[in-house]
């Protein structure tokens, strides 16, 4: 009940396209759902998080998109850039929960 | 402000052999936290503080160990390793669990041969 599932595992885009990476989860309890972007050789950062009263938010070209009823979320990069290509986490946790329950990452490359 | 640091950035040990990861930061926050990141697998919690002198086990515990004696640093033990430890390493920190955000460090690579 715990599991994030994180789809695709890699994903290759062509530059100025709009890569989606999709999360599906179970817990019900959850209640906020941030995305990490890891270039290589680094350590994860946080990039965008949603709560589920908004059914989307936007940073600069990051959105993400939120489903309840499905419990899925998913994260749209507008006009994808070769700097874009890394590998992305979402994640998702609950008030009092000390933790973040990560999904398996996906590997997302640009190509100009 | 250096943020999370650990160190070594990279190591290589023999199977038996134990090392520690040190992992400090310079937030003054509260929670610290260690994951592995195995290729395909995402982030894996080995052990994770909500303050000086309290510890807990995480997802895959096994063959390591913690403490926190105090609450900028927090190192993980290795002891006997094996070769299903070679994974890369990184510290997190945040100033609450739940909703804030995880500061991670840059990681070691650990090679256990």
């Known amino acids: 009940q715990q599991q994030v599932k994180q789809s695709p595992q890699s994903l290759i885009v062509q530059k100025g396209g709009i890569p989606i990476i999709n999360c599906a989860y179970e817990?019900?309890?959850?209640?906020?759902f941030p995305w990490y972007q890891q270039f290589p050789g680094k350590g994860p950062a946080l990039l965008i998080a949603?709560?589920?009263?908004?059914s989307e938010k936007k940073e600069g070209r990051f959105t993400i998109s939120f489903n309840k009823s499905a419990k899925q979320f998913s994260l749209h990069i507008m006009d994808s850039q070769p700097g874009d290509s890394a590998t992305y986490f979402c994640?998702?946790?609950?008030?009092?929960?000390?933790?973040?329950?990560f999904g398996t990452g996906t590997r997302l490359t640009i190509i100009p | 402000n250096a943020g999370v640091t650990q160190t070594p950035k990279f190591r290589i040990l023999k199977i038996g052999q134990s090392m520690t990861l040190q992992c400090t930061q310079d937030m003054n926050h509260n929670y610290m936290y260690w994951y592995r990141q195995d290729p395909g697998m995402g982030l894996k919690l080995i052990y994770y503080?909500?303050?000086?002198?309290?510890?807990d086990k995480g997802e895959v515990p096994n063959g390591y160990n913690v403490s926190r004696s105090t609450t900028e640093d927090f190192p993980l033990r290795l002891e006997l390793a094996a070769p299903s430890q070679t994974s890369v390493y990184f510290c997190a920190s945040s100033s609450s669990g739940s909703y804030n955000e995880q500061f991670f460090g840059p990681g070691t690579r650990l090679t256990v041969l």
């Open positions: 503080s909500v303050g000086a002198g309290i510890t």
């Open positions: 817990n019900t309890a959850f209640d906020y």
């Open positions: 994640a998702a946790t609950h008030f009092g929960n000390e933790k973040l329950t």
């Open positions: 949603i709560r589920p009263d908004v």
